[in-house]
Antibody
Framework: QVQLQESGPGLVKPSQTLSLTCTVS??????????WSWIRQHPGKGLEWIGY???????YYNPTLKSLVTLSVDMSKNQFSLKLTSVTVADTAVYYC???????????WGQGTMVTVSS | EIVLTQSPGTLSLSPGEEATLSCRTS???????LAWYQQKPGQAPRLLIY???IRATGIPDRFSGSRSGTDFTLSISRLEPEDFAVYYC?????????FGQGTKLEIK
């Protein structure tokens, strides 16, 4: 069974770049039909999809974040990553990685990692 | 962009009762792309229902999903103490995903 684990700094300064990695275990990131996403949740709020990447490198982003987000995949490490540039305090959130394996629902999630943007 | 509106914002019920949660889409959508999640404090969301009515692996049959036009419903029969949580609906369309704002199911 595929498992996901987020990692990265818990504190980022305003205007800097937030970088997170999701490590995939129990399966290959290059498995066909699996789409690897990042989702965030502001404190006490709902869920916001950030974007997804396919192992081929194809990406789709939330239009509201598109200009600030880059997703990438490293098949050699079985990881995919998120970069969010020019962060502000409004980017403080729990960041989850997740995957759709059948249909278009997120059936596997990482535990989430809290990122605080503060000087 | 399709907007998902969940109601009520908070639902107060007792164990053993039945819960009915609503998710209304701003326009007609394909049922295949509507899902429901449960989230407990400090945990990641868990997929309950996909394709509007298909239970995910390991989900008890007291959880069910249905549709009437642009209204999607998550029903939970015979509420158990562990069912009290926040529930989100989610839709996929044209390579983009959107979530409803959530319904909090709390113990009365």
């Amino acid at each position: 069974q595929v498992q996901l684990q987020e990692s990265g700094p818990g504190l980022v300064k305003p205007s800097q770049t937030l970088s997170l990695t999701c490590t995939v275990s129990g399966g290959s990131i290059s498995r066909g039909g699996y789409f690897w996403s990042w989702i965030r949740q502001h404190p006490g709020k709902g869920l916001e999809w950030i974007g997804y990447i396919y192992y081929s490198g194809t990406t789709y982003y939330n239009p509201t974040l598109k200009s600030l987000v880059t997703l990438s995949v490293d098949m050699s490490k079985n990881q995919f990553s998120l970069k969010l540039t020019s962060v502000t305090v409004a980017d403080t959130a729990v960041y989850y990685c997740a995957v759709t394996t059948a249909g278009d629902a997120f059936d596997i999630w990482g535990q989430g990692t809290m990122v605080t943007v503060s000087s | 962009e399709i907007v998902l509106t969940q109601s009520p914002g908070t639902l107060s019920l007792s164990p053993g009762e039945e819960a009915t949660l609503s998710c209304r889409t701003s326009q007609g959508v394909d049922s295949s792309y509507l899902a429901w999640y449960q989230q407990k404090p400090g945990q990641a969301p868990r997929l309950l229902i996909y394709g509007a009515s298909i239970r995910a692996t390991g989900i008890p049959d007291r959880f069910s999903g249905s549709r009437s036009g642009t209204d999607f419903t998550l029903s939970i029969s015979r509420l158990e103490p562990e069912d009290f949580a926040v529930y989100y609906c989610q839709h996929y369309d044209r390579s983009s995903y959107t979530f409803g704002q959530g319904t909090k199911l709390e113990i009365k």
